[in-house]
């Protein structure tokens, strides 16, 4: 069982990962990213697809031609956990 974090542990994390925006609403993190083209948006979720299948930690994403949005809570705490900061920094360095 993962925990939420708590106000201030969302803070510090959120410092770590610029790039990120927070969603109150969901107790959730998003991070919009362009590419070229479609061929590299769908490569990058084929790598981020990998990372989340061996972290057993899945974004809710959508993808419009070279565009994907990305939005990363975690289902099994009812929010924002440090699964969550994981995964961003993981995306990030593919980046
Ligand atoms: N992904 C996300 N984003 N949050 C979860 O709580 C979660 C997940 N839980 N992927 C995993 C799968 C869980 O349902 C399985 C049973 O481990």
Redesign the pocket.
Known sequence: MVARLTEGHRRESLAAIPDWGYDEGRDAITRRVVFANFVEAFGFMTQVALLAEKA????EWSNVWNRVDIL??????GGLSQRDIAMAQAIDALL
């Open positions: 057993d930690h899945h974004p990363l809570t975690t289902h099994d705490a």
